[in-house]
């Protein structure tokens, strides 16, 4: 089956730092994606990883494991504008479409 | 346009009713994608639109949910006879090619009475 596992909420504090998790447990894999989503809008696309290894653009970092299914987005010196919902998703291999099975979104909440 | 596009917004009907959901993907994107977010949950694949070949349909929920794209552009998602499990956001989602980045639209928000 097909299965994404993150946390539902996490609350941080502005200034420091946050890890979001994501475990993935998929019969293909092609890629795993960080979107984020503030509240009534369009997911926007944060980082994309295919290998293992770290992923770093800005205060924006993104690992992942494709042995352990397992994936993290770290965001370093939080703003007030990082609340949002963040949504990991793996790219299907097995349908040969590209489409992303998501997992249900970490609620972010950034306090001052 | 820049970036893709959904129409309407906002969309009210009442239970049976049919409706119609407009999606203008960004332009050259050769791939299309229909999703739907449901209160509390993921995001859901509902079908898969590649140049012009057959789309993938696997993820509609139901022989009510149709869709269609025409001259390799813009799509339309219908829902006949909606239901109240049918609220919810369906958004779009546009790439260069199925190995590519997605990029979403806002969405329609749809709420059947």
């Known amino acids: 089956g097909q299965n994404i596992d993150q946390p539902t909420e996490m609350t941080a504090t502005e200034g420091a730092i946050v890890q979001i998790n994501c475990t993935y447990q998929?019969?293909?894999?092609?890629?795993l994606f960080w979107y984020q989503q503030h509240a009534g809008e369009a997911p926007t696309f944060l980082s994309y990883n295919v290998l293992d290894g770290l992923e770093e653009k800005g205060r924006f970092s993104s690992f992942l494991s494709r042995s352990k299914g397992y994936s993290y987005l770290l965001l370093k010196e939080l703003q007030m504008k990082d609340s949002a919902s963040y949504l990991c998703?793996?790219?299907?291999?097995?349908?040969?479409?590209?489409?992303?099975?998501f997992g249900q979104g970490t609620t972010l909440q950034v306090k001052p | 346009g820049a970036g893709v596009s959904q129409s309407p917004s906002n969309k009210v009907t009442e239970k049976g009713k049919d409706v119609e959901l407009r999606c203008d993907p960004i332009?050259?994107?050769?791939?299309l994608y229909w999703y739907r977010q449901s209160l509390g949950q993921g995001l859901e694949f509902l079908i898969y639109f590649q140049g012009n070949s057959a789309p993938d349909k696997s993820g509609l929920p139901s022989d009510r949910f149709s869709a269609e794209r025409t001259g390799g552009s813009v799509s339309t998602l219908t829902i006949q006879r909606t239901q109240q499990e049918d609220s919810a956001v369906y958004l779009c989602?546009?790439?260069?090619?199925?190995?590519?980045?997605?990029?979403f639209g806002p969405g329609t928000r749809l709420l059947v009475l």
């Open positions: 332009s050259g994107h050769t791939a």
């Open positions: 989602a546009s790439s260069a090619g199925l190995a590519e980045t997605q990029y």
């Open positions: 998929t019969s293909g894999f092609n890629g």
């Open positions: 998703a793996v790219r299907d291999a097995a349908s040969n479409t590209g489409k992303l099975i």
